[in-house]
């Protein structure tokens, strides 16, 4: 095949737009508004809108719009909620936006087994509002009201991955249709298979571009008995990691264990009126049972005092760990308001944990070298963290010294053995980095597997690395 | 390519062999015994040896062995410690095993970040021996000492998997060399990534078909600072079932959790000389914190009370412990001494813990009806059991009542949503299953990725799936 991709002909494209407006009427849109809105709208990134968008209802339906896709060579990009961040929804060279908002059902949730099987529409707080009378959760939280297939297709995290993993430990299952329009299941339900390749994990992750995803089944876990959770001071960032280091080779199976640099409490101070110490502090919640979670917290709240942090301000009661957990919540505002007017722009990297006080120390320099406003917030246990630079987006000069910004960051976490991307995906945005980061093997390896299940290229092309 | 593999010529292969003779003298074996040796040995599969034995020490002698091999069209086998139980070291159409003893070093513990990078022939043991002055372990326990790039190759499992996972879950990053001899990093040492294509989940679990593992760099736990255990009589396996089902739901984070039904229960008592009720038995184990475990026992305790089971004999002290949970150490021995000079059999499988008590309850009819002897050991956490059978492998006609069996066995689960292989891997003893499993899509689509990773079939031909 081809190592580069082109337009298809603009007839082949009204080929194939006719064929779906007769076959799925109105559910075949070609408005400009409603194709501006599946591009990528989120970040700099130029928007680059889909010729139509159409809805599919079942798997079969996906099918359909896939086989008549690659008959004609007209690309085809999967769509969630839109809420990706690195231009993953993004139609570089045209074609289709396959939008799975009809497929939102969620079809069995088997209790006993601590799963459920569900269409890709469906969205996480969905889910668990219909899952909360059973006492079970989906624990995978990013930041937006994601889908399912959006957020096994970008291998997504959120902030309790240090205990309940991320999607690729949460995704039991996946039926997807690949390019050349067959449906694969990847597995049963057994908690565990050896039974051949990973083909679900294969797919978590990759971006929509090896197939349409079209059900999954999910791990879900029980709402725990109790929950404590606190915040704590520390005197600096690197104090704050070393209890985030003790307190998980203790063996304490943490929550959520999240950073806020000092940058990001004084926000959130000016914006909720709060009074906590302007210093980097941490915010911890534990889960189990009514005993455990208050010796846990009783654990950590040593293991921060031989550190020089603390005291561990933590409660059981839900309205109080509301409370103490407000900066936190309120983290992406406060640092926003710093600058009424201004945008957001969150960068995310992930290295060792034991490279993070570096990482985060380091890149507090070129805060200042580059004259930045960015609030640090990090999901310390897993080492991930996000830079959120608050800038004019009009200022010329200020996007070039954040843009500098962000790459350095990048080629910072790369280089201290970290990737460029802990949660948000490749994307267009940072195709730049990945082979830096793992290596030309690596990367003709993923070209090899994609060349194999999508040797058109039609499967969201010009995503994660260039053919 | 074509579709069947054939044995290369003998002066192909006599080529290679001379080539690798010269290059690695004594670590280069043509003797018929070690050939035998690198034979599948453990099961009635027939053994097929390799037509030489080759024990590299580096990646680049990897690559070098990889590269003739390839020029040659030879076959290459990768070779652990040789514990696997599906015929997966074995040589169908000859060729040569990479035997990875010599690449025994660990290289570097990364207490902070609990992650230890070794090379592919440590065993779990030497590791946890290193490890313990670090206060360290590696988790996973499959029954044989096994190598690292043996478990990971083959997806292994143990007995703590419900809380620690499988090595699907504990390798970070491989090293590889790949069948066109390059080699593959296939992420750095963060905690997550989202950076492209899962390689490192693509490889685990790929039985030596895709490449030779070269590195790996694996997560570690803290060794908890204590632990409960004990042993818990129920009236049926049922209600150890839903004993296990309730226990998991409140979210209580067993670390061991494992059902001993009521004929192992009584090899037990005659071979360890134990007196335990001879009924089906939980044996569990808790970590983390003192008063944390204490409330875990005692919450299964009633949980299990409630069921009808009980009660719950369970200590923190070692010594005591490991007295509790002597007849699960010793249930493979004490299921053979039921009859003295006969082997042992076991099979695998894996259902959705929702159906585990009616999958084991079927089974036991079978025994019944086959006229078997045959005692099982559960990983209930998980859905997964071992059906050992005890058997007289000179008799023809039980050894075909026992073929019989665990064919029903494997279809039972797969018919209950589960899996054929839990965790030892298809290799060839599994390769009529995989397809009944997961379907002619998700087969097409493994084979779609082996062709374009190996198009010449060289890398372990003969195992997981047909071409």
Redesign the interface.
Known sequence: MSDTHSRPSPEAVASVVAALAQRFESRCVTSQAVRDQHAHTLTWLKPEPPDAVVFPRTTAEVQEIVRLCAAHRVPMIPFGTGSSLEGQVNAPFGGISIDTREMNRILTV??????VVLEPGVTRTTLNSHLRDA??FFPIDPGFDASFGGMAA????GTN?VRY??M??NVLALQAV?ANG??????????????????T??L???EGTLGVITELTIKL?????AISAGICPFPSVEAACEAT?AT??????VARIELLDEVAVAASNRYSKLELPVTPMLFLEF??????VA??AR?FGEIAADLGGGPFDWATEPERRSKLWQARHDAFWAALALRPGCAGLSGDV?????RLADCVAETKRDVEAFGLTVSMVGHVG???FHALVVLDNANADEVGRCKAFLGRLVER??AM??????????GQG?MG??ES???L??????R??????DPLNLMNPGK??RL
């Open positions: 088997h209790a006993a087994d601590l799963d006492g079970l970008t291998r997504a995290s991955a993993g991320t690729k430990d690949l067959e449906v694969v299941t990847t597995a049963r339900r057994a908690k565990k298979s050896s039974a051949g390749y990973d083909l994990r294969l978590v992750g990759s876990a029980g709402i725990p008995d280091i998980i080779q203790h063996g304490i199976p889960h189990g049972t009514g005993a455990g010796e846990q654990l992930c290295v060792p944990i034991s897993d080492g991930n976490a790369i053995e970290g990737t460029c991307t802990g949660e948000h995906g490749v940072k980095y990945i980061e793992l290596g093997g690596a990367l003709d390896a993923m090899s597997v994609k060349r194999a299940l994660i690395f």
